[in-house]
């Protein structure tokens, strides 16, 4: 503050910088209590097959509904949290909640998916939430998808690798975030136990107006498969997109042409009814 450091006055980069430090405290000390509070929401977006637009499954988004701020989207607060271990309190609300949630979803062949940071991997609470959402809500493993960026799964520590591995070896799925952002070999994609790969959506945003954007996602597409993966496209906003990447053999998509992230109820009724091929969709 100009006053307390006795400047005369301070440059709008001063100022700026100054309220981006003052945000991050606030949103750091408010966090915590956040999440014991219950003031974390859950929006789910659904992933539907390409080959016939049937719903697999849903992304579930996290948001903070946070007191004289409104409902606050990931990036205001999740890069924060990372930078802590604030990050493991909401990655494990997040799989428990997602698993109560979607368990009737999960019991009748959908799948639920949640996002997790690697620093979340750390340590074991996250393993121990997962082993006992699926218990308590009697959910198939094979029907929770966790979401880890290329980024991420490129660089987990010797401790994250274990807890991933326990994770997997629950019976959960691995799928491969933004995919195509990141600088992953092929040689360390084959070596993760990924069975789902997303394309990023900036690979996506230009499929039907660019013919080499189209022939960077057939090739996308085509590594996925001779690895035995099950891929994804991601932030299908428009009819033309959807058409190419069925064209390119893609399986799934996401985005706000087939549905916005939303509360949960609009998609009970989408999986009222038990479909025991869906979650076949995984392998
Ligand atoms: P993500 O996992 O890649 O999620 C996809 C993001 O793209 C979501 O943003 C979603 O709302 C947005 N999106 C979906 N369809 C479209 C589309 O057609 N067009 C456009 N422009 N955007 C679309 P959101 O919800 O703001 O989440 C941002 C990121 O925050 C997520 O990216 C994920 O990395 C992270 N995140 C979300 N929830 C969690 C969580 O529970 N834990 C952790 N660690 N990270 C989370
Ligand atoms: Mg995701
Ligand atoms: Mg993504
Ligand atoms: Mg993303």
Redesign the pocket.
Known sequence: DAKVSGKARTSVFDDAMQSDVDARLSVRSALGDAVRGGQLRL?Y?PLVSLADGRVLGA????RWQRPGHGLL???AF?PVAEETAL?TE??RW?VGEAVRRAAGWCRAGGSVA????PR?LEGDAVLDALSSALHRWRVPARSVVL?I?ETGVMSTSGAADRVLAGLLDLGAVLSV??FGVGHSSLARLRRTRAQVLKVD?SLVADVDRDDASRSVVAAVVAMAHALGMVVVA????RAAQADVLRAVRCDQA????FG??AEPEGLDPVFAHPAVSRAGAWV
Do not use: K, M, Y
Request: aromatic share 6%; hydrophobic share 40%; net charge negative.
């Open positions: 929006h977006q992304e579930a988004l996290v989207a990931p990036d999740v990050i909401v990655d997040v949640v996002n997790l940071s979340s979401e960026t975030d933004d959506r991601e932030g299908v906003e996401q985005g706000w042409f916005r992230p």
